[in-house]
């Protein structure tokens, strides 16, 4: 038995590490309480993780159990409390918080999170758990398990309790910008897993409640930007266009982008083109010698529509400089910050609403609506079946009500365990039930997935 227990709070630690390399994945106490895990009135993780209740009187330690009285001799012990009273330990909790605060003290750019990758590594091998370096640069995946299928991968915040099968933690750089999910696939960091899953925190939400839905759930995102120049190519062709004007041309083609939503979109298909940059300059040589950036963003809800609005974009931008005697050349950064739809598996979004519904009671999910947002998920979420989620952080009275780009953004580092636990619910469930999840659909899968 002490075996096991080593193993399992070196696995605990291994997920709480992969938490505390996120921006702010937390959750704060429930309402009425410090209740972070709720069943059947009973408490089973408090605040401070040291002491459980059953049917409302104190025992002896997180990991307590025993019956309810006159509850008919029902026992609460199994993987929920299992993985509460783990996540629970103070020891571990202060631990996650020193991490966090060394990899939060030295923020590093994107593919520069050299310092961040190193203290991953550290504490991945004093731990004693295998990993690989590099992948896309600075990346890290480490090992748990057994190493044979069926395999998960969590890029996030999780637990790893005794599974049958192995889940792989995904160290990713450059979310922000930089495609570091795709260049974490193009290195193997998906090899052998059969579905992944993500959290991400969210100010709109009430603090500990999980939220996700299934289908798309972020739109796809791409920039553009267009140089447009008086074309010149020729002596007789300069005297025919001599009065090439740029500016004249990229205002037709901003109008015209305009339509691209408005007469060309299905009204019930949510997309949006923006131009948001337009810089001219003064080059002493008339309007003709002189060129002009446009600078943009356009998203949508499908692959199709996406790829429909970037091949429309250039179409315009192309045809409206040529009516006005001009040539344009358009740059949409594909290697750097286009991403495709996020779309969530429906069999792994109600893999999510389940375990976070047993696990935190009835009220500690809810549907959420869709949004105009982006996230590099979505790479993996066109690889392999995909659940991406949302702990909610909204907290006013810790002044939690900011976005996570805001510089007033903060975070309640005491309820990091509860994300945890969640996450590591969702990888250990996810292997448990691995027939019914990878199998053919369920009846309750197919209505989810047409709504």
């Known amino acids: 038995m002490a075996t096991v227990g080593c193993r399992r709070g070196r696995a605990l630690r291994a997920v709480l590490l992969l938490l505390a390399t996120l921006p702010a994945a937390t959750l704060a106490p429930a309402v009425g309480g410090s209740a972070a ?27 307590a159990s025993g019956t309810r009285p006159g509850g008919g001799g029902r026992y609460y012990l199994g993987w929920k409390e299992e993985i509460a009273a783990l996540a629970g330990r103070p020891e571990l909790a202060a631990w996650l918080r020193r991490v966090r605060r060394r990899i939060h003290e030295r923020p590093e750019l994107a593919y520069e999170e050299v310092e961040t990758s190193r203290l991953v590594r550290d504490e991945l091998a004093a731990m004693g758990v295998g990993f690989r370096h590099p992948l896309a640069r600075t990346g890290v995946v480490a090992t748990l398990g057994t190493g044979r299928p069926p395999v998960v991968a969590l890029r996030a915040d999780m637990d790893a309790l005794p599974i ?23 290195a193997g960091a998906l090899e052998g897993v059969e579905a992944i899953f993500a959290v991400h925190v969210s100010h709109q939400h009430p603090t500990s409640v999980i939220g996700s839905r299934t289908g798309a759930l972020l739109a796809g995102c791409g920039f553009f930007k267009a140089v447009i120049r008086g074309d010149d190519h020729g002596r007789e062709q300069r005297r025919r266009r001599s009065a090439a004007d740029p500016v004249l041309a990229a205002s037709s083609t901003i109008i015209s982008l305009q339509s691209l939503v408005s007469r060309e979109a299905d009204p019930l298909d949510s997309q949006v083109v923006s131009v948001a940059v337009v810089n001219g300059s003064d080059a002493g040589g008339g309007a003709a010698a002189a060129a002009l950036v446009l600078g943009g ?8 529509s996406f790829y429909q609005l970037r091949r ?54 809810r549907d959420v609506p869709a949004m105009m947002g982006a996230e590099d998920f979505s790479f993996y979420s066109q690889a392999v079946p995909a659940g991406f989620y949302y702990i909610g952080v909204r907290n006013e009275t810790l002044g939690s009500v900011h976005t996570g780009h805001s510089p ?21 469930r996810f292997l448990a039930d691995h027939a019914s999840l990878t199998g053919s659909p369920s009846p309750d899968d197919l209505v989810d997935q047409e709504l």
Do not use: W
């Open 297 to 304: 963003t356009f998203r949508a809800f499908s692959n199709a």
């Open 164 to 186: 049958q099968g192995t889940v792989k933690l995904l160290f990713q750089p450059a979310e922000e910008s930089g495609c570091g999910a795709k260049r974490m696939i193009e």
């Open 312 to 365: 429309r974009i250039e179409e315009v931008i192309a045809a409206q400089s040529r009516v006005h005697g001009c040539a344009a050349a358009v740059d949409f950064f594909e290697d750097e910050s286009f991403y495709p739809p996020t779309v969530n598996d429906a069999r792994m979004y109600g893999h999510v609403r389940r375990v976070a519904s047993e696990l935190l009671g009835a009220g500690g999910y």
């Open 37 to 63: 895990f709720l069943e059947d009135g009973m408490t089973i993780l408090g605040a401070a993780g040291s002491v459980a209740k059953v049917g409302g009187k104190a025992q002896g330690g997180a990991n």
């Open 408 to 428: 007033y953004f903060m975070i309640d580092e005491d309820v990091l365990p509860t994300g945890a636990a969640v996450h590591a619910a969702i990888a250990e």
